[in-house]
């Protein structure tokens, strides 16, 4: 009896607390503050409705300091710190600015720019540095950090060189809104109109006919051959093995990787004659695919040049890490090849399963299953913010309950944190679960960083398809953390992200009633549909993982035109896809798939078996337009 009644008197309370959220979204502060009296202060929730009254009440920075002082253990703390900072930046106080700054868990942009401005203010010579760092991006960036170019500028540390550079930058990466806004703030002498580059857009081989007057106009012309390119590779070589010859050397190479990225996006063989042409000039970005065509192309010695001409941060990513490996035992230095394959056989992902099968001796490198004590899991569970963020969770505040517990997770052990991902897997939060545990850097929990809900209906469906329960578990995994009401902002829905083009093309081939799309957000209809099109998929893509896998992500179609005219190997046609979210959507499905495998006790086999050999485009049956078009 007494715990019924305490539930009761919990649920009272819940609906206090809500009813005093919505009173303080709507301004009704007597409302608040009357709700807030029959609150009593041991609710979990109660620091919540102390901040809503010192807002409401329009406490000054002092009193707003000493709750964030007073409650740092909830996130609330850095959302006032945060507040106030910009408050502080944007009336340029920057003594107070300063003593707020050096608090804060993490800096946004604007703040990052504010801090930047305080730091010139006392003469930080680091600050030059990082804020000129900061220019160079093609991301458009907070008004809060025009001023502090405006101040490199007059000071001399924000060159003509350096606008250009970030209008390059603009452009490569097609934020032509930035573009413009760049090349309206030129010095006006030599400034282009706004018509040229819509010009470049409209008829981009009449930009590459003219001569270029300046290095702005050059960035245009070199904007209007990427454009080309995109749709006439050839024609853009041709007319600029004519043209480079007006530019510097340095954007003649950079205008031979702009066509061969072109090329290397749509497979084409001369990538790889385009990109030897650029020699060393070219962007990071272009150097990648130097790397990625000469991949494809089978040329191991450029493999391992490209990688060794990338900054030093790049190279230590873990799949340049591995094709450097692999590129090294291409040549015959084996030895160098196996020290690489060692160290990243040691880590949890694509890259370390790759090298581990490289490696001519392999031991049981899986890390132990660490498991949680009861003990451990109490600890936890009496953490403050844990609390809060479970609780907020079944009251559907779902975005503050990530923000409290991502709070609380700060600093946590390994032990902590996988005690933490066990209580969220208790509470089927299941995203938070999986997140958490993969946080950890020596204690592991293969158990919770591969969960298997829905196990039932899974290995159901899964069988009744004739598809491997752990490739099915990996992708969705990949697609939705196993969040049922996942509803991606393109439209895609459920455990299986399925589009409601797709869901009705399913519903059709499966004949069933017409509004049987309409169900897919349930899980038991998701997984049924998502199983029955990884199927076809599988049947229309030569039984090929990675084929399917690519073409549920990005359609069967472009999955077929990724491939070669010859055979190819499974890690090299996944490395080379052109769509980076595909690319890196297939590498985490398959990877996920042997992981599961394990935690299924499946047989496992080889993540090198799972990616196969790719067939030329020859060898294969085109997919037909009516069925080349559902794409989940």
């Known amino acids: 009896m007494c715990l019924l009644l305490a539930g009761t008197a919990r649920a009272s309370t819940d609906k206090d607390f809500l009813a005093a959220r919505d009173a303080n979204a709507k301004g009704r502060s007597t409302q608040l503050a009357r709700l807030a009296e029959r609150i009593p202060d041991q609710y979990p929730l109660k620091v919540y409705l102390d901040y809503w009254q010192l807002k409401n009440a329009s406490a000054g920075n002092e009193a707003l300091l000493a709750f964030a002082d007073a409650n740092p253990d909830t996130p609330l703390s850095e959302r006032i710190r945060q507040e106030i900072a910009r408050s502080y930046g944007k009336n340029e106080d920057w003594p107070g600015f300063r003593q707020i700054v050096g608090k804060l868990a993490r800096q946004d942009k604007e703040l990052q720019c504010f801090d930047l401005r305080a730091r010139l203010q006392q003469n930080d010579a680091r600050a030059v540095t990082e804020a000129t760092a900061l220019w160079r991006t093609a991301q458009d960036l907070p008004s809060s950090c025009d001023p502090l170019f405006d101040t490199l500028a007059a000071r001399g540390s924000l060159t003509i060189d350096d606008r250009i550079a970030r209008l390059r930058l603009a452009l490569e990466t097609g934020n032509l809104r930035l573009a413009r806004e760049l090349i309206a703030a030129m010095p006006e002498e030599g400034r282009p109109g706004p018509a040229l580059l819509a010009q470049a857009q409209r008829t981009p081989d009449k930009i590459l006919e003219t001569a270029p007057a300046n290095a702005i106009r050059r960035e245009i012309q070199l904007y209007a051959l990427g454009l080309l390119a995109k749709t006439d590779a050839d024609r853009a070589a041709t007319l600029w093995e004519i043209k480079s010859a007006d530019s510097p050397e340095a954007d003649q190479g950079y205008g031979w990787g702009v066509i061969a990225v072109a090329a290397a996006k749509q497979q084409k063989p001369e990538a790889v004659a385009w990109f030897l042409r650029a020699h060393n000039q070219l962007s990071d970005s272009q150097s990648l695919w130097r790397v990625r065509t000469m991949l494809r192309a089978g040329r191991w010695l450029d493999v391992y040049q490209g990688i060794a001409a990338l900054p030093p941060a790049t190279q230590n990513e873990a799949v340049w890490r591995y094709w450097k490996a692999r590129a090294l035992k291409a040549l015959n230095a084996v030895y160098q090849a196996n020290q690489l394959f060692a ?290």
């Open 343 to 632: 160290q990243l056989s040691r880590e949890i992902h694509y890259y370390g399963l790759l090298a581990y099968e490289e490696l001519p001796v392999r031991l049981e490198n899986r890390p132990d299953e660490y498991r949680p004590t009861p003990d451990q899991v109490r600890a936890v569970e009496a953490n403050a913010g844990i609390v809060r963020a479970l609780l907020l969770r079944r009251l559907n505040l779902n975005a503050d309950a990530v923000a409290e517990w991502e709070w609380a997770l700060r600093g946590m052990s390994d032990a902590e944190l996988l005690a933490a991902a066990e209580l969220a897997r208790r509470d089927e939060w299941y995203d938070r679960a999986i997140m958490t545990a993969e946080k950890t850097r020596e204690l592991h929990s293969f158990d919770l960083r591969y969960l298997t809900p829905y196990r039932d209906l899974a290995e159901a469906q899964a069988s009744r398809n004739g598809l491997d329960p752990a490739w099915v578990y990996g992708l969705m995994r990949q697609e939705s953390r196993f969040v049922d009401y996942a509803h991606s902002g393109a439209g895609a829905r459920g455990l299986m992200q399925i589009m409601p083009a797709t869901a009705k093309w399913i519903a059709h081939q499966m004949r069933l009633d017409k509004r049987a799309h309409a169900r897919v957000n349930d899980p038991e209809t998701n997984i049924r549909f998502g199983t029955f099109y990884l199927k076809s998929l599988l049947d229309k893509l030569d039984g090929s993982l990675v084929l399917a896998t690519a073409g549920y992500n990005a359609g069967p179609g472009r999955a077929r035109r990724w491939q070669a005219d010859t055979a190819l190997e499974g890690a090299i046609y996944t490395e080379t896809i052109p769509f980076t979210e595909t690319r890196e959507y297939v590498k985490k499905v398959l990877a996920n798939a042997m992981y599961y495998s394990r935690r299924l006790e499946l047989p496992a086999g080889s993540l090198k078996e799972r990616l196969g050999t790719i067939p030329a485009k020859s060898a294969t049956m085109p997919v037909p337009e009516s069925e080349a078009d559902p794409e989940p």
